[in-house]
Every structure is written in structure tokens, then in C-alpha cells.
């Protein structure tokens, strides 16, 4: 018999394992959705895992209400489209104290509309395991990371004691309160993803792909005008320029790249001759050494 | 000879082509492993670098993070593109396992970057477990360490049967063939009782590249591979699918009356529709009706693949069973010898009771023999009555239900398992199953006529347990004895269990090691569960100061039969009683391990009864248990009325 699995087949033949691991093994999954590729990713797993059933957990949205429109057009028709139960939860003390990327900066936006937003989402709906899109070769701290990640009550995750994870063997075993995030993509690569969208045609949201786009210069980003929330400084001006983005977060914390990359084809072409890491788009990153290490103890994704 | 990934730019009209060729890569997982500082972090960074993995702006960021944390002066520091945590920079080492990713033109690998260090031996064997190859580092001024051999035993054990040798920092030695040739006959004369079915030695500087992805000239006396091109080219295939079939059902899909879909992921074998399967414990057979997957049925599924089966039967099944072949169907047993590599602080234990885990099966399981510790540094067998972190033992185990599996050498999806603490949840060790016991084969449940139910109606009672626990000299004997005075003057049918008397017995093989104390209570809670079996009310009054075996214990008893009394006087009031003149003696060094002294006391955190002797007398506690046990019979004797029967 010669009966190879291509690196695909395996990569997905994981996480589909994952996934039904955790909905056979605890009480109230949720699985959270970004809307980005990895996310899109995801859902398509998720929906492979339990076919013909439909996935037996909710999606969770933490909307940190700067999100790019187009991201949330695309959520609300994926969701309408594939029937699945999308739940939104935003930081309403924050909005109310208008916490916003540019008067409070990257770091405590992030902090209070996402990082804080997400535990009081876990903690309203009581989850005991959340799925993530993250992939160990997105960052060197995630790299650290266990499929099957144990989270204290208070949400913290403590790098240097992880529980041992044997084999395919997931200790699935937590007390009321502790909560386990799980990435049935840790082992793909950025290059796999999109591969991977490319080969079962999944839907991902335009903003990928190339066209041309009313872009500020700032801080040696290119950043989507989205709004009009977003205020002109001294010397700016809006250019229309033709790019695409290598990874989605909030518009005024996400870097456009120059490309006129429009199909999924030329995007898998240009990764392969991408000379800088998709997270160098990503404002969140660089604010300070181990940065992400110190968001995922506090309970980042 | 350049290793350079396809960086290079691929006409977009090509890139479905590119991908299929792609697709046709295998994929190698290794791991490297080693002692401190024998340079694994490095290797690694170098193997990235070489290979065109490390993006610009990482690249810019290494160069800072080396100017801050380095340790190799003005060159840049590899090791910190995988220390990823803060503490592993600051401190300068590697504390968990970092996963990296690259590729070749010709593979795909993922990379485990695994600790030296002892203490995080759990986090190098996280790595391994899913690994088929691995690199020992051994620096070349040091030879063979301690943890070379650990880690290479720990390999063996989780199957790993391919090494690469590598002899790094050559540069240091002056690239000295003889130094190389030492290293490498020590390194054979140790580990040829390992099962390695290969072991390449390369001399390499993983800091300056030698020999890693391109020969090194200082090194023109070796004649072998580098080692980007054996990790390109050498074969692991351990060939899953030509294993008989084992299919671990992990979750029953059932969305409609119309569908009932058993899910997993094949472990080994294939399978076809219209295949004939056996239910692992039951034996039940049926056939494959349909093998469901999203975007259409298949005809055929291997090994490694996730899928759904529809069977034609409603045979029972559900998660934790196994779909097998009928021809050579797993091991089915509940006693089985195991090698177990203990990870946790909290020594293993004979007869604490551990949850084992395998892929999808749960069920509780205690040591029962700890046969013997493997030295790591010589195979040597010793006698041991616990097994300490990072050790290495022979086990036999007996689990609560039987679970099905193969031995590990012969599948290692379905010979391996994990055990975790009851309380704490961590995960404790990791197991490969040798083979089982025939013992279990061959005694099984004799099905008696007269039930408990009745045995415990002719004394018109309803059994129970009452556990006391609490320090030496808390009360725990004389509150005991009067509560049985009273209940017998009531015609009940009593019996008190008490520690002193039984280790005159039943127990005076045992001492008060920590080990031999859970062999103690394990003992006495079979007795009082035999005796609450044959209808009794029976009154333990044991220290047990181990939360671990009162769980046991109460996993043992019927539901709502365990009653838990913690005898609650603090330590002070216990020392000044001090009935035996035991604490006397213990405080003074004459007795070790002596309970609230040198060992410790984990006072129980829901107790079904509480008492706080502090100012009161032994007539008052007893009348609290007496209020407790009325109060029960009445609820049950209420539940059973409304019940029907």
C-alpha cells in the first residue's frame, strides 16, 4: 500500500484531532474567532471536525471596536453563511473611557479592549477551553507554547511550569475556574496556511489581496485610513496606493504592505520571496522586548 | 553546497506546480538534546540561519537582543532566536521546549529545542515524544556526560531509534580527529543496549557552522555527511500502516437520530468500507458501513488520517474504546508492566491511586510493584521504593477497569500513557507498556448471590465508613471508641479499624516511609470496604495525613458511604497532650518521619463531619457524629420511599 499522507493532509488530520479532543473532553468549548486567515483556517477545520454535525461550540468575537470595517462585514456574512452561534463581547468600560490606539497607544488599547475584554468574555459565558489561532512560528514566545495551554482562574499562564504534553496524549484535567487555551495550529507555518486556503478554496477577507487603498505614512507604516476617527498629523496626507495586508489586527495598529499581489496564487508567490516576517505589520509587537510573552501571561491570545 | 530554501522567485502561473512538489516533501521531526551548554540552542540557530529561515526583521532583532543578553561578544548569539521567555534570556538558558520549523528542497522538519538542564528533563522528553530522530549534542571537552546519557536513555524508551552524534565545538579542541574518535567509541560502548538502529557521528562547530550545512575544511579527515544533508536523507519511516488496524474512538458524533458517527484518528493500519471491525472490549463485531469526511465518504483511510465511521450494527461504543482489527486484536487488561520516566517533584508512589491517560481512554490506576530504578548511568537495576523526579523505573500497574492497548514497541500510538494527580492535575509521568499481566487474564469477578444491600438489611442498617483523620494524639482513638460504645448500645454492628492496632498485623511489614504510609492506608481502605460490604459501620481511625489516599479511599466506598472526620487539634495542643510521649521523641530527632514533625500533615478541605476538639469534650463530638449518621438514614430512607422500587 503506498498510501503517503502529503503535509497538509497531516497538518489537518491534527488539528481535526484536536479539535475533537476538546469538545469530547470538556464542558463548554468556545473557540475564539479573529477573522483573520488563521481564523478562516480554523473555522474550516472546526467545520471538517464535526461534519456532518456542525461544530458543538460557539465562535467568540472580542470586537475592540477598531477593527477594520471590512472585517466586520466579512464575520457577519461567514457567520449568516455557515450557521454556525457568533458571539460578540466588547470592553464596554473601555468604550466608555473611549480607550483608543491613538490617544492611549498600542499597549494599552490592546490591554483593556482585548486582553481585559477576552477574560470578561471567558468569565461571563464560563468557558473551560478556548481555542486559538496561533501558530508556533509566529513569534518565539509562542514558539514555547503547549497545544493544550493551562490557564490559573485569573486567566495567567505561567511559562515556566508547563504541564508536560506526551505524544497526542492531552491532559485534559482542570478545577473549577481553570481553563485550558488550545491551538490546534501550533505546527503549521505561515507558509501552510496559505497553502492551505489556497488548495480547499476558503474564504478569507479581502483586505489580503492587493488594491488600491487610501494609506497615511506613520511611525514607517503604511496605515488604512478605515475611518474618520482617525486624525490627520501635521505633514500627512492620504495617498491611494495599491497593497495588501500580510496579517489583520486593529486598523491603526496594522501595516499595510505594498503589493499588487490579487489572487491567491500571487500571494503564496510573494511569501516565498517575503524577506521579513508577517509580524513586523504588527504595531503590538515591538513595543517592548518579550512583549508578547508578557501579553500571553496576562492573558492574551 | 548552499541549502537555500525557494526563496527565489516563483512565476505565480508556477505556483501550483511548486505546491504539488511541495506536497511530495516528507517531514522529519527531531529533537536535539544534550547537556547544558553543549550548544543545542545554537545548533539550531545556525541550522535557521543557513537555511534562510530567518526573516530581516527578526535577523534585526537578534542582532539587538545579542547586544543586550548575548554571551558570544560582538557575534550574533543564536541561542536567543529559540530562549524565547524572558527567564531564558536573563538567565541564559533553555527552560522549555521551543518548536522551530524549516525546510530544504528536499524535506521539511520541525525542530524541538529541548533543556540540558536536570530539573527540566519533562520539558526535554515533551520534545521527544514526538520526535523520530535525535540529536545528542556532547561538547567536545566534555565527553559523555550524565545528561547525555539521560537524555539518551529517556530517547530510547519514547522510541526514538535514529541519532546523530554531534561532537560540537570541534573548534575547541583544534578540530582533533582523536578527541572526535574518544567521544564517539564512549559514546557506543554506553548506548549499544539502547536499540538505536542508527547513530551518526559528526564533528561540527554549531557557532561557526563547520560541517552543520556545508563541510568544514578544518575537518578534512571526516569523510561523512554533514549534517543538513543526513537530516535530508535519512529514512525513519516507522511505517504505521502496516500495523494492524487500531482505530481509538475519541468522540461519538451523533447530531440526529439518523447519524451515529464514531470519530478518532487511525493510530495504525487502514481501513475500508466493508471491512469487518471488533470492538477492543467487548469483542462485538460489525462492519464499516461508511467512512464519513467532510466533502464526501472515502473508500479507504490509512494510518494518521482523521475520520469518522458509521458502523453497520448499533454495536456500543464510545470514547476510550477501541475499533480494531479482527485478526490481531490489542491486549485487553487491567494489571500491565510499564517503564514509567517520573517528571513530577512529588515522588511516585505504590498504591497512590493516579488518573491514567492514554490517547483517548481515562481511568484510575495505582502502582502496585515498583520493580526496580534504572541508574542512568549504567543501566544498573536498583531497588527503590519510590521513583524521584526525572527517574526512570520498571512498574507493574493495576488499573480501576481494563483499558485495550498494544505494547509500545509494538505501536507507539496505542502502548503509551500518562498519569496525572488526582489533586493537583499535573501531569506526573509518562508510561510505555511492556506487556500485560497474565494474573489478570485469569482471576476474574466471581458473581456472589447475597448482595450488600441485603447483608446490610438483616442488621437493619445501612453501611458506612467513617474516616477519621487527624495528628497523632488529636483524639481521633478516644472519640472512636465511644462513638462505637454508642452506636452498639443502639444494635448497631460495629468496627473499629485503628492504625496502631492494624500495623501490629495486617501492616507490621510496613514502615512510615512515605511510600509504605500509602501502602498502609491502601490496605485499610480494602478492609473497611470488604467490611462495609458485608453490611458493617466501620470507624477507621488512621493519621492518614495524605489528602491522595483519603480520595482513594473514598473512590473505593459506594456513593455517600465515605463519611470524612478530621479530627481537628492543632499541633500544639497535640504535642502537649502527647499520650505516647511520641512528640517528645520526635522533637528531639529520635523518631523520623514522625506526622506534623518532619512529615507533613494535609489537613482535609471538605470534610463531611469537622470536629474542633479545642475545649470540648469527647461526648460532645460524639453526639455530632450520631446527629450526622440520623440525618443520613432518614434522607435515604426518604429518597428510597419517593423512589418507587
Not at chain 2, 221 to 235: A, F, K, N, R
Request: proline share 4%; charged share 25%.
Amino acid at each position: 500500500m503506498n498510501i503517503a499522507l502529503t503535509h497538509l493532509q497531516r497538518l489537518e488530520a491534527e488539528s481535526i484531532h484536536i479539535f475533537r479532543e476538546v469538545a469530547a473532553a470538556f464542558a463548554k468549548p468556545v473557540m475564539l474567532y479573529s477573522v483573520g486567515k488563521d481564523s478562516s483556517v480554523l473555522m474550516h477545520l472546526a467545520m471538517k471536525a464535526f461534519y456532518p454535525a456542525k461544530p458543538p461550540f460557539p465562535f467568540l468575537h472580542v470586537d475592540t471596536t477598531w477593527k477594520f470595517r471590512e472585517m466586520i462585514a466579512f464575520r457577519d456574512q461567514m457567520a449568516q453563511k455557515l450557521g454556525f452561534d457568533l458571539l460578540v463581547h466588547v470592553n464596554e468600560d473601555g468604550v466608555r473611557d473611549n480607550i483608543n490606539p491613538f490617544d492611549h497607544g498600542s499597549n494599552t488599547h490592546t490591554h483593556v479592549m482585548k486582553t481585559v475584554a477576552l477574560r470578561q468574555a471567558l468569565d461571563k459565558y464560563g468557558f473551560d477551553a478556548a481555542f486559538g489561532g496561533a501558530r508556533r512560528d509566529e513569534e518565539k514566545s509562542r514558539a514555547k507554547e503547549r497545544i493544550f495551554s493551562f490557564r490559573n482562574a485569573q486567566h495567567v499562564w505561567d511559562p515556566k511550569n508547563q504541564r508536560p504534553e506526551m505524544w497526542k496524549i492531552f491532559n485534559t484535567r482542570i478545577a473549577s475556574g481553570e481553563s485550558i487555551r488550545v491551538f490546534p495550529l501550533s505546527n503549521w507555518t505561515e507558509l501552510d496556511i496559505w497553502q492551505y486556503i489556497l488548495q480547499e478554496d476558503i474564504p478569507i477577507v479581502p483586505l489580503y489581496f492587493a488594491k488600491e487603498r487610501p494609506v497615511v505614512e506613520r511611525d514607517g507604516m503604511l496605515i488604512l485610513k478605515d475611518d474618520e476617527r482617525m486624525q490627520l498629523r501635521p505633514g500627512e496626507t492620504v495617498e491611494n496606493r495599491l497593497v495588501r495586508f500580510r496579517t489583520l489586527g486593529c486598523y491603526p495598529l496594522t501595516g499595510a504592505i505594498e503589493s499588487d499581489a490579487d489572487t491567491l496564487e500571487a500571494i503564496v508567490g510573494e511569501m516565498l520571496t517575503a524577506r521579513t516576517s508577517e509580524r513586523q505589520g504588527r504595531l503590538i509587537d515591538r513595543d517592548e522586548a518579550g512583549s508578547m510573552e508578557k501579553k500571553k501571561r496576562e492573558g492574551y491570545f | 553546497m548552499r541549502h537555500i530554501m525557494a526563496k527565489s522567485l516563483a512565476p505565480t502561473d508556477g505556483i501550483r506546480d511548486y505546491m504539488t512538489a511541495q506536497e511530495k516533501k516528507s517531514l522529519l521531526r527531531f529533537l536535539t538534546c544534550g547537556s547544558v551548554d553543549d550548544g543545542k540552542s545554537t545548533l539550531i540557530g545556525r541550522l535557521l540561519s543557513d537555511t534562510k529561515q530567518i526573516f530581516e526583521d527578526q535577523l534585526a532583532a537578534l542582532e539587538r537582543d545579542s547586544r543586550k543578553h548575548g554571551t558570544t561578544g560582538d557575534d550574533i548569539d543564536f541561542a536567543l532566536l529559540v530562549d524565547g521567555l524572558e527567564a531564558e534570556r536573563e538567565q541564559g538558558i533553555t527552560i522549555d521546549v521551543a518548536y522551530r520549523f524549516f525546510a530544504t528542497p528536499k524535506r521539511k522538519f520541525i525542530v524541538a529545542d529541548t533543556p540540558g538542564h536536570e530539573q527540566y528533563t519533562r520539558n526535554m522528553a515533551t520534545g521527544a515524544s514526538t520526535a523520530d530522530l535525535a540529536i545528542v549534542l556532547i561538547d567536545a571537552r566534555q565527553g559523555v556526560l550524565r545528561q547525555t546519557r539521560r537524555h539518551s536513555i529517556i530517547a530510547s524508551l519514547l522510541g526514538i531509534r535514529h541519532v546523530v552524534l554531534a561532537v560540537n565545538k570541534i573548534d575547541l579542541v583544534g578540530f582533533d580527529k582523536t578527541v572526535f574518535e574518544r567521544i564517539v567509541e564512549d559514546y557506543r560502548q554506553f548506548s549499544h543496549k539502547l536499540g538505536f538502529e542508527t547513530i551518526v557521528p559528526i564533528p561540527m562547530s554549531a557557532r561557526y557552522g563547520d560541517n552543520v550545512t556545508s563541510r568544514s575544511v578544518k575537518t578534512d579527515w571526516y569523510s561523512g555527511p554533514t549534517l543538513i544533508e543526513h537530516l535530508e536523507t535519512v529514512s525513519v519511516d516507522e511505517a504505521a500502516v502496516e500495523l494492524p488496524f487500531r482505530f481509538p474512538v475519541q468522540y461519538v458524533n451523533r447530531p440526529n437520530l439518523d447519524f451515529r458517527g464514531f470519530a478518532g484518528t487511525i493510530a495504525s493500519g487502514s481501513v475500508s468500507q466493508g471491512d469487518e471491525v471488533v470492538v477492543a472490549k467487548s469483542g462485538k463485531s460489525s462492519r464499516v458501513k461508511r467512512i464519513v469526511a467532510h466533502g464526501g465518504d472515502l473508500n479507504q483511510a490509512v494510518a494518521g488520517q482523521a475520520i469518522t465511521l458509521v458502523l453497520d450494527d448499533e454495536v456500543e461504543v464510545s470514547r476510550g474504546n477501541m475499533l480494531v482489527s479482527p485478526a490481531a486484536r490489542p491486549q485487553v487488561a487491567d494489571q500491565f508492566a510499564a517503564n514509567i520516566v517520573w517528571f513530577d517533584e512529588h515522588a511516585l508512589l505504590p498504591g497512590r491511586s493516579y488518573i491514567l491517560r492514554t490517547e483517548t481512554d481515562q481511568t484510575s490506576a495505582t502502582v502496585t510493584d515498583l520493580k526496580y530504578r534504572v541508574n542512568v548511568n549504567d543501566f544498573a537495576h536498583e531497588a527503590a521504593k519510590s521513583l524521584e523526579m526525572n527517574e526512570v523505573g520498571i512498574c507493574n500497574l493495576s488499573t480501576r477497569a481494563p483499558i485495550a492497548f498494544d505494547t509500545f514497541a509494538e505501536n507507539r500510538t496505542t502502548g503509551a500513557f500518562i498519569l496525572i494527580d488526582r489533586i493537583t492535575n499535573a501531569t506526573v509521568g509518562a508510561g510505555m507498556i511492556l506487556h500485560s499481566l497474565r494474573r489478570a487474564e485469569n482471576i476474574h469477578w466471581q458473581s456472589l448471590d447475597v448482595g450488600k444491600r441485603g447483608r446490610a438489611d438483616m442488621k437493619n442498617q445501612r453501611p458506612a465508613v467513617f474516616w477519621f483523620t487527624g495528628l497523632s494524639g488529636s483524639g481521633k482513638s478516644t472519640i472512636a471508641n465511644l462513638f462505637e460504645k454508642k452506636l452498639f448500645a443502639t444494635g448497631r454492628h460495629t468496627y473499629i479499624l485503628d492504625g496502631d492496632n492494624v500495623r501490629h498485623g495486617l501492616n507490621r511489614d510496613l514502615g512510615f516511609t512515605d511510600a509504605d504510609r500509602v501502602e498502609n492506608i491502601r490496605r485499610v481502605a480494602e478492609v473497611a470496604r470488604l467490611m462495609a460490604d458485608a453490611g458493617l459501620i466501620v470507624i477507621v481511625s488512621f493519621i492518614s495525613p495524605f489528602s491522595a489516599e483519603r480520595r482513594m479511599a473514598r473512590e473505593l466506598m459506594a456513593d455517600g458511604e465515605f463519611v470524612e472526620v478530621f479530627v481537628d487539634t492543632p499541633f500544639e495542643e497535640c504535642a502537649r497532650r502527647d499520650p505516647k510521649g511520641l512528640y517528645a521523641r520526635a522533637l528531639n530527632g529520635e523518631i523520623k518521619n514522625f506526622t506534623g514533625v518532619d512529615s507533613p500533615y494535609e489537613a482535609p478541605e471538605n470534610p463531611e463531619i469537622h470536629l474542633k476538639t479545642l475545649g470540648k469534650s469527647a461526648e460532645e463530638m460524639v453526639e455530632a457524629l450520631e446527629l450526622w449518621l440520623n440525618e443520613r438514614d432518614i434522607a435515604e430512607d426518604q429518597y428510597d420511599a419517593g423512589g418507587g422500587i
